[in-house]
């Protein structure tokens, strides 16, 4: 399990009696805080009784989480939990948080997900309340790992159902806001929902799960229990839209391939998957581009549904798009298995079958450098295992590309291979009395105008013109 270090600022907020006063304030932080980002996290801090409580009979501890990014630029990732009865006398029980803040540009080593802070904060013991902390609190090395193996197969609560998912992840997409309200696992489906956000996107998408609704966090996506009615009356007052899953499910006005990808992976219990696919550093998170990513990632799933033929279309359809980064490294993951799986259905295949194969991978040979690297090996494979069973056919086809190669690195491959062909061929062509002789001296004299004076090619006219001679005299 791959592991990183993260170095982490830290600031308690919680209410305690002090010689600094009492309520809820910051008691105690690491010396690197700034002043404008103490008053955010005060500001985001819940207090008294301001954690959402499981239902009856959950052996579930109550757990607030949140995460958003600070004036300065640096980020925030929040834990909330109950510290015994408030000291103050008015009844109620204490909120304690603990605040960890970081720079934006160490997400990216922690996957971009905020639970895996959260997991890495627990194990270090940071939920623990501490009510009578130092002021001065060190900063904190926090050892992040790559858990996604324990999200696969990951049975998510039926607490939210599949019609209301697509709907929450557009609003996250488009930048728009919704408070959530369910009875129950708001950490489980916040986790969940990011997963189906591509990475970068997260950077600057602001969440809570397991506090009660508060005007004063504005938080792009709130998942929380809203008993008392009050997130459903005041949630527009922060431009939230509100979603109870004890109403309809809202429709999604214009469904996309990446929803659908990540539906995909919610309903079979993928998440595993599902975070190693959307948590890279994609360098363009644009509708566009995500919306070809999830075609990309939707053809790796169905390598298995298409023809030979079909998934050559495919494959030229996905590098046809010029990409960078992440996004060409998933679309060369893609072009490897689709070029495999093509080669491993070669044996399976007709003549006529290969003969439409071979023509869509000379159309996709050309097309630039990506495209060239996905055709050229399948090429090969298919010339090597005509040229055996049918070495006029392997002929005919090499001719296509013989006239020229899309880079200029390819020529000593593809000469390599067409000498090879045309050996295989005049092989044939000097011991054979089949009829076919009567198709050789039209396609050697093709051969001859783009190879010419090719040796593979000397003297298989004659011999075929007296074959042929041969053959009708008998007749």
């Known amino acids: ?174 930048g728009e806001s919704v408070v959530v309200d369910l009875k129950d696992d708001w950490t489980e489906w916040a986790e969940a929902m990011l997963l189906g956000v591509p990475g970068p996107m997260r950077v600057n998408l602001s969440f809570s799960a397991g506090l009660n609704f508060s005007t004063s966090r504005k938080h792009a996506l709130q998942f929380l229990c809203d008993c008392k009615g009050k997130a459903k009356t005041r949630s527009s007052s922060i431009g939230a839209a509100f979603l109870s899953t004890s109403t309809e499910p809202p429709s999604v006005a214009n469904g996309s391939e990446w929803t659908t990808m990540a539906e995909r992976h919610w309903r079979e219990g993928r998440l595993a998957e599902l975070s190693r696919r959307t948590s890279r550093a994609y360098d363009d998170t644009s509708a566009e581009a995500c919306e070809h990513l999830a075609m990309v990632f939707a053809a790796i799933d169905d390598l298995g549904e298409f023809d030979p033929a079909r998934l050559a279309i495919r494959a030229a359809e996905v590098l046809k798009r010029e990409v960078t980064g992440e996004a060409k490294a998933v679309c060369e993951e893609f072009a490897d298995k689709a070029g495999e799986t093509i080669v491993k259905r070669l044996t399976s295949m007709s003549s006529e079958e290969m003969v439409v194969l071979f023509s869509h991978l000379v159309s996709i040979w050309r097309r630039g450098r990506a495209a060239t690297t996905f055709a050229e090996p399948v090429i090969d494979a298919l010339l090597r295992k005509t040229v055996v069973a049918n070495s006029l056919m392997a002929a005919r086809l090499a001719l296509q590309i013989a006239s020229n190669a899309p880079n200029e690195a390819d020529l000593v491959r593809r000469d390599s291979l067409i000498e090879m062909v045309l050996t295989e061929f005049a092989a044939w062509a000097t011991q054979t009395h089949d009829p076919a002789l009567g198709e050789v001296p039209d396609l050697v004299a093709r051969w001859e105008s783009v190879r010419p004076g090719s040796p593979e090619l000397a003297g298989i006219t004659e011999r075929c013109a007296t074959v042929l001679a041969e053959t009708s005299a008998k007749a």
């Open 1 to 174: 399990m791959n592991e990183k270090t993260l170095h982490c600022h830290q600031a308690i907020h919680t209410s305690i009696r002090s010689p600094m006063g009492e309520g809820y304030r910051i008691v105690a932080s690491s010396a690197g805080l700034k002043l404008q980002e103490k008053q955010a996290i005060t500001r985001n801090s819940p207090s008294l009784d301001s954690i959402c409580l499981p239902p009856d009979g959950s052996d579930t501890e109550p757990l607030g989480v949140s995460f958003y990014s600070l004036p300065t630029g640096r980020l925030c990732v929040s834990l909330s939990c109950f510290a015994g009865e408030e000291h103050t006398g008015r009844g109620g029980r204490r909120v304690y948080t603990m605040n960890l803040v970081f720079d934006a540009e160490d997400f990216a080593l922690c996957g971009y997900s905020a639970f895996r802070i959260v997991r890495a904060a627990m194990d270090a013991g940071l939920i623990e309340p501490e009510l009578h902390p130092k002021q001065s609190l060190p900063i904190v090395e926090l050892r992040i790992r790559d858990d996604d193996d324990a999200l696969q197969g990951a049975r998510l609560p039926s607490t939210l159902a599949e019609p209301f998912r697509p709907f929450i992840l557009s609003q996250a997409m488009r």
